[in-house]
């Protein structure tokens, strides 16, 4: 059984940086090809992918393309997403997937409860 826990979340001001984290129960999660996600969900909005990470590779949305960064450490089973530069539209739950392709929110199998993030102007 895969299980995914956030945290980091929290309140910040424009321009603040905030580090998300997420712990991995898995076997899993200690292969460097796994694909995983952050994506978010604002309030009246859909789910939205924001950073992908897997196979090697990393890619983000446009919308925090230079402001976020998505990294894992496999021996701690843990994914981050360190967000700098941030904007009241970077307000939204969220939340840590896994095995799904790319920044695609219906393909990801697996994910997390979610974290809050709030970012006042």
């Known amino acids: 059984q895969v299980q995914l826990v956030e945290s980091g979340g929290g309140s910040v001001q424009t321009g603040g940086s905030l580090t998300l984290s997420c712990v991995g129960f898995?076997?899993?999660?200690?292969?460097?090809?796994?694909?995983m996600a952050w994506l978010r969900q604002a309030p009246g909005k859909g789910r939205e992918g924001v950073a992908y990470?897997?196979?090697?590779?990393?890619d983000y949305s446009d919308s925090v393309k230079g402001r976020f960064t998505i990294s894992r450490d496999t021996a701690k089973k843990t994914l981050y997403l360190h967000m700098a530069s941030l904007k009241p539209e970077d307000s939204a739950d969220y939340f840590c997937?896994?095995?799904?392709?790319?920044?695609?929110?219906?393909?990801?199998?697996?994910w997390g409860p979610g974290t809050q993030v709030t970012v006042s102007s």
């Open positions: 997937a896994a095995d799904g392709v790319a920044l695609s929110p219906s393909t990801y199998k697996y």
């Open positions: 898995g076997d899993t999660f200690s292969r460097r090809d796994y694909h």
């Open positions: 990470i897997g196979d090697g590779n990393t």
